[in-house]
Structure formats: structure tokens, C-alpha cells
């Protein structure tokens, strides 16, 4: 059933809807468009948009903020796109074709919503609806274009502290947990450099670290026989850093140590075994699990999130079937 009809030589490249399907947004060749009344009729809400600004993509937050991806830059609107403001930090010549909202808890405990930006340039930026700042390059060394992102954020203040994951054309399925110095690839099960044209992306929440989540992603194939969908359970703050089979059980000294609010714990696994890292106080109390569950033969890599704990000295414990092994860490606020 066709509801609206945009003009001649004009085109829809997102769709946005808010308040149960009422109110509507669409991105288009000529800027956005906005109904609330489920479609029946629409209204051009460019004010702060350059003319002929293509919208690639449209988001919003919990409170209803707006986000519009446009050849002319990122815009943002805090009035139900009555007014857009123009974020600082991202180079006119780089289109953004992508946006997701994030959610982080800073050091206060409060909530903050931010937008990440996904470029034509490989870039990825970060913007709290100010300031946008670039956090990482896409991890594929020629990438076709990001296809689509999610990310789970632990922190905000000086640093940012994230898991990034990034669907691209041709490299594939990755992740980054150090603002994309390192990337992993996950593409166990896909074919040699896939042409990725559609993964999910799913809104991980704050508390998502130890949990297995599904992704799925979607081919481009052109092939006679269909194009295929493939799914990866992957658990979340877990990185798998070599495949490679150690020697021994290991468990390293975090990094860095001290550290605040984030410390990074790398340990290897010499066969597949059922493998625990439990964080302790200074009393033996058990304060969080950071990992449980089976892994292959490999080198690891997990995150601590102090943010909620106080200063001191804290113990972390791998533990295997063969093998036990404790190390201190210091957490300085």
C-alpha cells in the first residue's frame, strides 16, 4: 500500500519512525521529511540543512534527539527537527553513510547518548551531539564501504572505552576493543573475502559483557544459487587474539596496571577447556565474572570495568580444569 509519493528525480534513502508508527522521517535526495500522522501527510524540516542535501541516514536516542546523515556533514536537532545544528569534526569531502546510537556510563553513573558515524573515507567518528572526533579507521585494508556498526560503550571522560564491531564490503566482520589499533577478524565460516551488503546491528546494552549474542549478515552474491545469510555467536568482551596453540595455560599481568576505570587481561588457553577469569576484592569477596564458558585452543583477551568499585587492590583467577592461576591488579581513582 503506497502512503507518500516524494518528487520527481528524488529518491528515499531512510526511514525513521518515533511514537508507535505516528511520527515518520524520511531521508531523500532534497533533505528530510516528517509526518504525525503515520505517513499521511509530510512536511520539509531542513531549517540548518544546506539545499540539496542527500540524507544517507536518519537516527534518534531514547529522548527523541535527532541525527541526520548528509553529504553537506552530520546535523543534529533537539526540537523534533524544527532546527539542525551542523557537528564540528568531520571533513566536508568525507559523506557519511552510516549513523548509530550508542549509550555510555561515565564515571557518575549517569547515561549519555551518543552517535556514531560511519564514513565513505573508511572513517568512524564519535559525537555527542557537539563535537565529533574520529575513533577508528575501518579495519579492512581497501574495504568497498562500511556496511553497518554496533558497539558496546563502557566509558566516557579522557578516553573512550568501547567494543566497536564493523560489517564491511569485501574484508568482512570485525571487532576492536582499543579504539582500532587492533582489529580482529570474525569471519570463521564466511567465504574468502566476503562481499558483506547487510549485517545486523544490535543495541548492546551496558551491561552486555559475558553475554553470547547473535549477529547475522547478508551476502551479495549474484550467484544462481541465491545469496546467503550467515549468523555468529559471539561472546562480548572476549576477543580471541591468536589461534595459534600456546604451550601452556597462562594468565598475564592486566594492562595497564594501575588503571582507571578499564584494564585490559590477556590469557591463553593450551586446549579446549571450560575456562573462568573471577574478580575478587581484597578480602577473597567475588565481585564480578568476566568469563565462563568454553574456548578453543588459543590467546585471549578480556576487559575489567572498574568504574563501579572504589580504589584499591583487586585479584583476578583463571581457572581451568588443570590449572588455576591469581594475579593482583590496582585500581587508582
Known amino acids: 500500500m503506497s502512503l507518500y509519493t516524494?518528487?520527481?528525480n528524488d529518491n528515499i534513502f531512510s526511514i525513521l519512525e518515533q511514537n508507535n508508527n505516528q511520527t515518520v522521517y524520511i531521508g531523500t535526495r532534497n533533505g528530510v521529511l516528517k509526518s504525525t500522522n503515520g505517513g499521511t501527510n509530510f512536511i520539509s524540516i531542513n531549517n540548518g540543512i544546506p539545499a540539496n542535501s542527500w540524507v544517507r541516514d536518519l537516527e534518534s536516542d531514547s529522548l527523541g534527539n535527532l541525527a541526520a546523515a548528509t553529504t553537506n556533514g552530520l546535523f543534529t536537532s533537539t526540537n523534533a527537527g524544527s532546527n539542525w545544528q551542523l557537528i564540528s569534526g568531520i571533513p566536508p569531502t568525507d559523506t557519511i553513510i552510516k549513523l548509530y546510537t550508542v549509550y555510555s556510563q561515565i564515571f557518575d553513573g549517569k547515561i549519555d547518548s551518543y552517535i556514531l558515524s560511519g564514513t565513505n573515507n573508511k572513517r568512524i567518528y564519535l559525537a555527542q551531539y557537539q563535537n565529533a572526533v574520529p575513533i577508528a579507521f575501518a579495519p579492512s585494508p581497501n574495504p568497498e564501504e562500511i556496511v553497518n556498526f554496533s558497539a558496546k560503550v563502557y566509558a566516557f571522560n579522557d578516553n573512550i572505552k568501547y567494543e566497536l564491531f564493523v560489517w564491511t564490503h569485501g574484508g568482512g566482520f570485525y571487532s576492536t576493543i582499543d579504539r582500532g589499533f587492533t582489529w580482529v577478524q570474525l569471519n570463521n565460516g564466511l567465504p574468502q573475502n566476503p562481499l558483506i551488503s547487510t549485517g545486523t546491528n544490535i543495541k548492546l546494552d551496558l551491561n552486555a559483557n559475558g553475554n553470547t549474542i547473535k549477529f547475522f549478515c547478508g551476502l551479495n552474491e549474484n550467484s544462481l544459487n541465491g545469496a546467503r545469510v550467515f549468523s555468529l555467536d559471539y561472546k562480548v568482551g572476549i576477543q580471541s587474539i591468536s589461534t595459534e596453540i600456546p604451550d601452556?595455560?597462562?594468565?598475564?599481568?592486566?594492562?595497564?596496571?594501575?588503571?582507571?576505570?578499564?584494564?585490559?587481561?590477556?590469557?591463553?588457553?593450551?586446549?579446549?577447556?571450560?575456562?573462568?577469569?573471577k574478580v575478587f576484592d581484597a578480602l577473597g569477596k567475588e565481585l564480578d565474572e568476566l568469563v565462563n564458558e568454553e574456548l578453543a585452543a588459543g590467546t585471549y583477551q578480556t576487559n575489567f570495568n572498574g568504574s563501579g568499585y572504589n580504589s584499591g587492590v583487586y585479584f583476578y583467577r583463571l581457572t581451568t580444569d588443570n590449572y588455576t592461576e591469581t594475579k593482583k591488579m590496582i585500581l587508582i581513582k
Do not use: D
Open 6 to 8: 516524494v518528487g520527481s
Open 248 to 277: 601452556n595455560f597462562s594468565l598475564e599481568q592486566n594492562y595497564p596496571n594501575p588503571f582507571n576505570p578499564e584494564t585490559k587481561i590477556k590469557f591463553s588457553v593450551r586446549e579446549k577447556s571450560l575456562v573462568s577469569i
